[in-house]
């Protein structure tokens, strides 16, 4: 088969491991790798891409702190063939918040993207773009929470981008956008609430977005059907076990039209739900080692073959890509020589070439990103 090359590498350095398909360069030695974003090693939850200053290339927001407030970040990518580097940053506002999340979405619809940072009992903010990447503070969201994640989407088909907090211990909160940064904000009512990530997709093709709960804590995951009105009813709840999930992604894997649920666990096997018309997800397919805690997931079509791939961060285990065989199974490749704890995986075109990288939010660790160079082979 053919694989997926992806290059973790610097201006100058040394191959390392000739014989797998994932190889990296260093400038100084194995300790200092050049494609970080910055050289601060903070405890960093999560990373939004996205482009923030409209020169047409991807920028990288990084939330830190978790439970400690610490300084948010942008960086600006200046965009070059293979390169893709981030050179230049500026902080997110003046107060230093516990941040597990800073998405990026157009919550003003002014055509640039805004950020809603997601705090850890901490007020949650929203900063609006100028449309250069500079952010200016508008106004907080909802209540201070146990926050762990935020999800932007558009939840009642009206053009505006709504915001999904994910709480821990306590009820998911959802705010509406009712235009001219107006938000009703409500509790999302499940029985049980230890929520890390939701996930937004139309799960039954009723043109309204459902969510997939992903939950911790002995907590079965949920899936909501959404009935138009503002409006969601439980109807599946899945994953029960010793395993807990943290990250949750959903995407057609079989390519048989219907959306599968894609799981990333700790204490388990990571797990795809297979979708089907009578949504009961009972076929799976597993993937990764059970003894490795999973905490972050993300999809892509990496070798541009038709079939989603999967890549995993792991905590203190390497983190992988599983290249899809045609629907049937995932073939893993190890990336990364050392090990991290990877709070969040993005894929995204960072250097503009048409293949999508890969980037890793890792607390107390470098911020990595992987440039992927299947298409050179």
Known sequence: MKYLFLLLFLITGSLFAQDSPFVMRYDMG??????????????????SIGDVDGDGDNDAVIANGRHWPEV???????????????????????????SYAAELGDMDNDGDLDIVEINDTAPHRLYLNDGTGQFKFESTLAWVSSARNGILADL??????????????????????????????????TANNATIDIEVADINNDKLPDLVLANRDGIANTLLLNKGDRQFEEVLTFGQ????????????????????IIT??????????????????????????????TYSVAKADFNQDGFIDIVVGNYKSQNAIFINQSGSSLERIDVLTDTYKSYDVKTADLNGDGWMDVVFANSDAYNLYMLNRFGDQ
């Open 30 to 47: 194995r300790g200092e790798p050049r494609l970080t974003f910055g050289t601060e090693q903070l405890r960093t939850a999560s990373i």
């Open 72 to 98: 948010n970040k942008i960086f600006f990518n200046n965009q070059g063939k293979f390169s893709g580097k981030f050179s230049s940053f500026c902080t997110i506002g003046s107060i230093h918040s516990t």
């Open 156 to 189: 009642d088909n009206n053009g505006f981008t709504d915001v999904l907090i994910c709480n821990r211990g306590e009820q998911n909160i959802v705010c509406y956008n009712d235009g001219n940064l107006s938000f009703t904000c409500a509790s999302l009512a």
């Open 241 to 260: 076990g010793t395993f807990e999930t943290r990250s949750i992604e959903v995407a057609d894997i079989n390519n048989d039209n219907y959306p599968d």
């Open 264 to 293: 990333a666990n700790i204490n388990g096997q990571n797990i795809v739900y297979l979708g089907s018309e009578d949504l009961q997800f009972s076929k799976t397919i597993g993937f990764g080692n059970a003894d490795e805690d």
